[in-house]
Antibody, heavy 119, light 107 residues
Framework: EDQLVESGGGLVQPGGSLRLSCAASGFTISTYSLTWVRQAPGKGLEWISFINSLSSTTYYADSVRGRFTISRDNAKNSLYLQMNNLRDEDTAVYYC????????????WGQGTLVTVSS | DIQLTQSPSTLSAFVGDRVTITCRASQSLSSWLAWYQQKPGKAPKLLIYKASSLESGVPSRFSGSGSGTEFTLTISSLQPDDFGSYYCQHYSDYPWTFGQGTKVEIK
């Protein structure tokens, strides 16, 4: 069974940093683009970052560009999100998701990891 | 950026009812639209892609239609397990955005 498992969430102060990880099992990530989507408490889904299979192309939402960095290690079958200069409004559940090979919709999701930014 | 507007924001229906959720786009998407279901405390689940293609394993009571700027997700006969929130997502161009969601409640 294809599975994605996020880790690394927690409580961090405003201005702090956190690195999220997403470990894949049941499939090899090297042939897939991957993405991060977040959901603030009680709110809807917000796409925030994308990386293609070779790490040659990355995209970011305006809300995180310049503060967050997406990366991957195909040898470790893992995806990462380095989050710097965190703000209160970054508080959310962060999901990693697999991008379908045919088009940019998300066909497999992790269970999410909660990031809380608060002093 | 392309904006997606879903309606209604909340709906309440009986088991067996036909339910329709609409997603309107601020510009044409062709058929590059997906629908997701999210249960409380759980990750989203892909239901429909390319506006009307049913993801493998999704019950046939779910269907999608539309093209251009107006799309619908229909549940032909609402079941107790269909409660939750539903989101549309476009993939016409970067940035890929979601609608604000529709919460479905069972009466």
């Amino acid at each position: 069974e294809d599975q994605l498992v996020e880790s690394g969430g927690g409580l961090v102060q405003p201005g702090g940093s956190l690195r999220l990880s997403c470990a894949a099992s049941g499939f090899t990530i090297s042939t897939y683009s991957l993405t991060w989507v977040r959901q603030a408490p009680g709110k809807g889904l917000e796409w925030i970052s994308f990386i293609n299979s070779l790490s040659s192309t990355t995209y970011y939402a305006d809300s995180v560009r310049g503060r967050f960095t997406i990366s991957r290690d195909n040898a470790k079958n893992s995806l990462y999100l380095q989050m710097n200069n965190l703000r209160d409004e970054d508080t959310a559940v962060y999901y990693c998701a697999r991008v379908n090979t045919a088009a940019i919709y998300f066909d497999s999701w992790g269970q999410g990891t909660l990031v809380t930014v608060s002093s | 950026d392309i904006q997606l507007t879903q309606s209604p924001s909340t709906l309440s229906a009986f088991v067996g009812d036909r339910v329709t959720i609409t997603c309107r786009a601020s510009q044409s998407l062709s058929s590059w639209l997906a629908w997701y279901q999210q249960k409380p405390g759980k990750a989203p689940k892909l239901l429909i892609y390319k506006a009307s293609s049913l993801e493998s394993g999704v019950p046939s009571r779910f269907s999608g239609s539309g093209s251009g700027t107006e799309f619908t997700l229909t549940i032909s006969s609402l079941q107790p397990d269909d409660f939750g929130s539903y989101y549309c997502q476009h993939y016409s161009d970067y940035p890929w955005t979601f609608g604000q969601g529709t919460k479905v409640e069972i009466k």
